[in-house]
């Protein structure tokens, strides 16, 4: 399973875009990242997914470069409700049962 | 669907109690998860499963068990409760095939207090 290390935490205000890097320089050929949120005292939500290139949803971006060994997590003019843990996985389809999350990222939103 | 439930919600253990802690999913995912999270930190997994009586250690097994008889139910046992378990426990599932990664869905949590 590619370890991941993320920023500890990040400040923003609303209104601005937001990116939260995750490196993950052992990641497989059948690796996928995903991007999960947890809001305090609830339990992490998926929010995005993507193998490489760009993929976006109605909520976040995922930028991935051709070499594969990071990903950006983008979130368009942020909230004082997007103030979270947001955790960068790496996994794939034949090689990982454990699920093991990093330490994640603190974003504190301000008005 | 109800998705993942986990109950109880809150729990205080006397030290050298034990209890269960039940998680129940309705998707009919063949992979569980446990995980601990303490106050300010990360997720720590405990245990997982790959499906009904499949279990195996995660990154802090000690002072808890699992079984795993049925697709939907995942138990979580403490033994001989300490201090050290307090924290917030959530129970994850995935469905686990041969075409992409799926997600996992987690439920709601239980925090569990040992004084």
């Known amino acids: 399973l590619a370890k991941t290390t993320q920023p500890i935490s990040m400040d923003s205000y609303e209104g601005q875009e937001v990116n939260i890097t995750c490196s993950h320089n052992?990641?497989?050929?059948?690796?996928?990242i995903t991007w999960y949120q947890q809001f305090p005292s609830q339990g992490p939500r998926f929010i995005i997914q993507g193998y490489k290139t760009k993929v976006t949803n109605e909520v976040a971006s995922l930028f991935i470069p051709a070499d594969r060994k990071s990903s950006t997590l983008s979130l368009p003019r942020v909230s004082l409700s997007d103030t979270a843990v947001y955790y960068c996985l790496v996994g794939g389809t034949y090689n990982t049962d454990k699920l093991i999350f990093g330490t994640g990222t603190r974003l504190q939103v301000f008005p | 669907n109800a998705g993942v439930t986990q109950t109880p919600k809150f729990r205080i253990l006397k030290i050298g109690q034990s209890m269960t802690l039940q998680c129940t999913q309705d998707m009919n995912h063949n992979y569980m998860y446990w995980y601990r999270q303490d106050p300010g930190m990360g997720l720590k997994l405990i245990y997982y499963?790959?499906?009904?009586?499949?279990?195996d250690k995660g990154e802090v097994p000690n002072g808890y068990n699992v079984s795993r008889s049925t697709t939907e139910d995942f138990p979580l046992r403490l033994e001989l409760a300490a201090p050290s378990q307090t924290s917030v426990y959530f129970c994850a599932s995935r469905f686990r095939d041969r075409g992409r990664f799926n997600e996992q869905f987690f439920g709601p949590g239980t925090r569990l207090t040992v004084l």
């Open positions: 052992n990641i497989a050929t059948n690796d996928y």
């Open positions: 499963s790959v499906g009904a009586g499949i279990t």
